[in-house]
């Protein structure tokens, strides 16, 4: 045992030398995330708004009655556009999405015939998709107005056999209005966490994805180091020195751990104080949750290093597992936006019981109660990677 | 002309504290000599070889080959030397052949003429069985002697030899310096830089004896042996380790320099061997040992070196 | 010539390494292969039904008289809603609640005891329906609160128009109670028909109409989900070659060339065009892949080769920079990877980047990759030459300051 203490000390003293691996693994994390905090994280203030461009090409009384409605919405934030920019604003992103009012789009109200609205939006925006929303619910709104008013004067209008003219259809509406503005029957939509996430993608669930990220990134580190040692003849002086391989393995993987719970604490602090994401709500659960999945990316990382003997090879494949465990579990996108049988495949991964950890820590006030199954599966991974890793690690 | 005429030549790492690995080096090599820098790991004997191949720039003094300044005209001074590096220096995953080939090229070879001259080096070093074999399915012996092909493509009017013997077998060595014979004899000069003496007797028309950066003898071997004077070599064999013994004949007149026993070997520059013999029986007597061994030589440089600078060659 | 053989020697051993091909073209192909998987094939995006608990506290206003709540409910578990959502129900509130706080279930809709009372009563008494998410859901909940506001509008639309045509016919000389009643039900159910048949607003998506694209284009799921992973994985195709400059240095061949009469610019030169071909026979690879495999739609084939040699530009050029700045194999491994996720990520590289515009969009084109999937982006959205000029001059200018930055560094390491 003392061996892998002094093992992971003399890791931690290359690592405390090695100012450039320094600079990936704490600065270029923090620079990051605060870039992504400021960005998603300010849009997440309770008065930010999604911009939406809009053109009102038909420029009635009816288009502007329903932009006035529309900007009482405390989702988005109107910017008017001229109808050649909206497509390109769009596609550029400088706004979550376009809405078009086209042209007779009054008229055609007045007349009693259909009209549209042109929502533009790129398909993978989740920004695009609150829009959509809060665009909707305007224009359901509207829809009631019009729909009650006309039915109402259409029945009175049968029943009285007075005209359906435009004073009984402006009466109806007027009354229509009256009665659509204190409605008797209201949605509210709360959540466990006590208030709704107002944004889709938000920095709460964006940090966690990254800090997954950049934690699986010491898989490179950890393994590149074991198999420049080997290159170097070390591994092979050790183990005539009598070091065993779970030794030397046990040794790195505590290095590493500490290296990379250090940075975890970091971004987490950095979260927490400065974007407000509730980290700490269950301490010892997100405790937990940090070390096994350092843990696991060590073990990991140890385990390609004991199995693939170049440098190159270990290089690639610490590269592909990192990206492809980031991408499946969920620290990418959100798995539910993905079908069914990929988030149950995905689960398979430790990655995806990680995130699904942290989002319940964070989101849902998860205890350490809750985490004991998640984190039982990561710590039969993190075992089996270490078990398979000492078997078939050689000096040589 | 002299193929190479290095004067006062200058080298510091890391100023201004650094370590000075080239202090102020001159010597001159004719062309059609071989020529080898001696001296012990540290001496500078690499860092000179380097200026000299145009790697690293010197901060003091001037270096010519062939008539052309390292500094000033590097390229034309790269035209003529063939450079073996003390490490291999090759391309593992491509095979001899593609090795030798990809270095002709950049010696600036092409076509029908370089695949001529690589079959031609491959005979030379006698791997033309083994020439489409990866370099990393090839011996240290055969990677050594690819290493050295590669320096020998453009047919360079100078070759430098950085320690191209460390590390490998007899047999091997026994090959390359018979090689490095033979291309001199084709008139090709040479500068050979060893810490092993038995090369640099072998080879050598004349040696450098460098130390700690410093060039402290150039001569031919009898001009340096000359310099421990009239003395003959001693080489006793004790019976019982002997550094105390080694202490005292230190102290006696006569003796100009005893080596650092090696168990119960050392050997001694005596000013009179015949008057002398019998102090040592008698020293040894006194110190209750037996000589077991006692032979006379001519001096030799590791004698040189030593008495030169009181170490030995290899410490 | 000399910078050709450097460059073809590296080529050829970058394409005898086993592991370098896999990571350069294995995974990516396998990874948008999963993420293909993950999103679906073809034109739309999949995503799993939403897990919905519903309790209905409603008790109706009597019988034979519709309950508001059995209306929601049934708007729910429509067969038309089958695909979207999976819907359950419970007995009470608090175990609608327990069960999306244990993962149960996405959202619980909780329709209190005096909905259909409310909307029948005089408009004093008001009713709430709650929709309680998963915090850690988006997509979903939104999709349930999208149906149940819906339906609550309506039904309180139907309530409006009961109201107005009561009040309109009053104020229009109707006094009788029986025929008030009669014309607040028609014009209730009159409502609640219009509403199934026809909203007279409707609001229609279409995708952005790209510059120079004669209509909106709407990439398929492939080429969206491919064309990031392809810029990603094409840095690290680019950084595999560049390292070599680290390993050759290494192993002494790099001090050997600089001992022939090659100039060193050769020599530099001839490792940027290996990488520059390397992680353009990726790309290539990789587009003909998505094309033929997976059924990716480019666009334009000017454009998609202009973009393509653009990419392997900047990749290369990122590629040499990152390893330029490193001492070992191993450290330009680690840099690279984390300055490559770094840009991919604030270049909205990844499904799911939230966009809320604005600063984004300006953080976006501080990356090259952002200035380069944003020609992509104008490629698969039906766009030409136009709308590629400006993003093409972006990534030109910064691969030609990265290979400035490279050189720089490298000539004073190596001089």
């Given at each position: 045992m003392r061996r892998v203490w002094h093992i992971a000390a003399k890791e931690l003293l290359q690592a405390r030398r090695d100012r450039l691996a320094a600079l990936f693994t704490l600065v270029l994390p923090v620079i990051f995330t605060v870039v992504l905090g400021i960005l998603i994280g300010g849009a997440d203030a309770a008065n930010s708004r999604l911009p939406l461009a809009l053109v009102d090409a038909d420029d009635t009384a009816a288009s502007r009655q329903f932009i006035e409605r529309l900007q009482a919405s405390p989702l988005v934030e109107i910017q008017t556009a001229a109808i050649g920019d909206v497509d390109k604003a769009v596609q550029d992103q400088e706004v979550a999405a376009g809405l078009v009012i086209p042209e007779g789009f009054g008229a055609a109200l007045d007349a009693g015939q259909p009209a549209s609205l042109s929502f533009v939006r790129l398909e993978t925006s989740n920004g695009a998709q609150s829009a959509w929303q809060a665009v909707q619910a305007t224009v359901a709104e509207l829809n009631a107005g019009i729909l009650a008013a006309g039915t109402a004067a259409e029945q009175v209008s049968i029943a009285t056999s007075r005209a359906l003219d435009g004073g009984l259809m402006a009466s109806a509406r007027s009354l229509a209005d009256g009665q659509l503005a204190a409605p008797v029957a209201r949605l509210e939509v709360t959540s466990a966490s006590g208030s709704t996430v107002r944004h889709a993608g938000g920095f709460d669930q964006s940090s966690s994805g990254a800090l997954v990220n950049w934690v699986l990134f010491s898989l490179l580190t950890v393994a590149t180091g074991l198999a420049w040692e080997r290159r170097r003849g070390l591994i092979r002086r050790l183990s005539t020195a009598g070091v065993r391989g779970r030794e030397l393995i046990g040794g790195k993987m505590l290095a590493m751990v500490i290296i990379t719970f250090a940075q975890q604490l970091l971004l987490v602090l950095l979260g927490q104080l400065a974007f407000g994401v509730d980290y700490f709500r269950s301490p010892l659960a997100l405790l937990m949750t940090m070390v096994s999945l350092s843990m696991f990316a060590s073990a990991a990382g140890l385990l390609i290093s004991s199995v693939f003997r170049s440098e190159q090879a270990v290089i690639a494949t610490t590269v592909i597992s990192a990206q492809l465990l980031a991408a499946l579990g969920g620290?990418?996108?959100?798995?539910?936006?993905?079908s069914a049988s990929f988030s149950r495949a995905a689960h398979f991964l430790p990655t995806a019981w990680i995130m699904d950890s942290l989002h319940g820590i964070i989101l849902k006030g998860w205890g350490a109660a809750d985490i004991l199954a998640p984190m039982g599966i990561v710590w039969i991974w993190i075992v089996v990677l270490f078990a398979v890793a000492v078997w078939r690690f050689r000096p040589e | 002309m002299e193929a190479i005429v290095v004067e006062r030549l200058r080298k510091q790492f890391d100023p201004p504290k650094g370590p000075v690995a080239v202090d102020g080096v001159s010597f001159q090599i004719a062309e059609g000599e071989i020529f080898s820098l001696l001296?012990?790991?540290?001496?500078g004997k690499t860092t000179t070889i380097s200026i000299l191949s145009c790697l690293l720039r010197p901060d003091g003094g001037e270096a010519t080959v062939g008539g052309f300044s390292v500094t000033r005209e590097p390229e034309k001074v790269k035209g003529l030397i063939g450079v073996v590096p003390?490490?291999?220096?090759?391309?593992?995953?491509?095979?001899g052949r593609e090795n030798l080939l990809f270095w002709g090229r950049m010696y600036g070879m092409n076509g029908a003429a370089l695949d001529k001259r690589v079959d031609e080096v491959l005979e030379l070093i006698g791997l033309v069985d083994r020439q489409k074999d990866r370099v990393d399915k090839y011996s240290g012996g055969m990677k050594r002697r690819v290493n050295i092909g590669a320096a020998l493509l453009h047919k360079p009017r100078l070759l430098y030899l950085d320690e191209p013997t460390v590390g490998i077998d007899p047999q091997s060595r026994r090959s390359i310096l018979d090689g490095v014979k033979d291309l001199n004899a084709a008139g090709v000069t040479v500068l050979y830089t060893t810490h092993y003496m038995e090369e640099a007797q072998e080879l050598s028309n004349r040696i450098g004896i460098m130390d700690r950066g410093a060039m402290i003898a150039v001569g031919t071997q009898d001009e340096l042996v000359r310099l421990v004077g009239e003395r003959t070599r001693v080489d006793l064999a004790l019976d019982r380790e002997a550094s105390v013994l080694a202490a005292e004949w230190r102290a006696l007149p006569g003796i100009s320099t005893v080596s650092e026993p090696d168990d119960g070997r050392l050997w001694l520059l005596v000013e009179d061997a015949n008057t002398l013999m019998p102090r040592l029986f008698d020293g040894a007597r006194a110190a209750g040992a037996r000589i077991t061994e006692i032979s006379l030589a001519e001096p030799n440089l590791e004698m040189v070196f030593l008495h030169l600078t009181g170490r030995a060659l290899r410490d | 010539m000399r910078a050709l053989s450097i460059a073809w020697k590296d080529i050829r051993h970058v394409y005898r390494n086993v592991a370098g091909l896999a990571m350069m073209l294995v995974a990516p192909l396998l990874l948008a292969s999963a993420l293909g998987a993950a999103f679906g094939s073809g034109d739309n995006f999949v995503i799993a039904a939403v897990k919905t608990v519903v309790v209905d506290q409603d008790a109706g206003a009597g019988a034979g008289m519709p309950a508001a709540g059995a209306a929601l409910t049934g708007a729910l578990t429509s067969p038309d809603m089958a695909d979207l959502l999976r819907v359950t129900k419970a007995a009470t509130p608090e175990a609608a609640r327990a069960a999306v706080d244990a993962g149960e279930a996405d959202v619980a809709v909780i329709i209190p005891p005096g909905l259909t009372a409310a909307l029948m009563g005089d408009g004093s008494a008001a009713a709430e329906v709650q929709v309680y998410?998963?915090?850690?859901?988006?997509v979903g909940p939104a999709i349930v609160t999208a149906v149940v506001d819906s339906v609550v509008q309506s039904l309180d639309g139907a309530r409006a128009a009961a109201l107005t045509s009561a009040q309109l016919a009053a104020s229009l000389g109707v006094t009788d109670p029986a025929a008030l009643s009669e014309v607040a039900t028609k014009a209730a159910e009159a409502f609640a028909h219009r509403v199934e048949t026809g909203a007279p607003v409707a609001l229609e998506e279409r995708s952005p109409v790209t510059p120079g694209a004669e209509a909106a284009k709407r990439p398929n799921v492939a080429s969206q989900v491919l064309i990031g992973m392809m810029v990603f994985f094409m840095l690290f195709g680019a950084a595999t070659p560049a390292r070599s400059i680290l390993d050759e240095h290494r192993q002494g061949t790099l001090s050997r060339l600089f001992t022939t009469p090659t100039p060193r610019s050769t020599i530099l030169g001839g490792k940027y065009v290996s990488v520059f071909v390397v992680v353009l026979v990726q790309s290539i690879i990789l587009l003909l892949a998505g094309w033929f495999l997976l059924g990716a739609e480019w666009g334009e084939w000017g454009p998609v080769i202009v973009l393509a040699l653009c990419g392997a530009l900047i990749a290369a050029s990122l590629g040499l920079v990152t390893v330029s700045f490193a001492k070992t194999p191993g450290q330009a491994g680690a840099a690279s990877a984390a300055i490559f996720v770094f840009l991919g990520l604030i270049s909205g590289n990844f499904v799911g980047t939230a966009n809320i515009g604005g600063t984004f969009a300006t953080v976006r084109r501080i990356s090259p990759l952002g200035w380069l999937l944003e020609g992509w982006g104008n490629v698969l959205y039906g766009g030409s030459w136009a709308s590629i000029a400006l993003p093409v001059g972006a990534v030109l200018a910064y691969a030609l300051v990265f290979f400035a930055v490279a050189t720089y560094f490298f000539r004073r390491r190596y001089a």
């Open positions: 620290a990418w996108f959100p798995l539910e936006i993905t | 001296g012990p790991n540290g001496a003390q490490d291999i220096a090759l391309y593992e995953d491509l095979s | 998410k998963d915090p850690a859901l988006s």
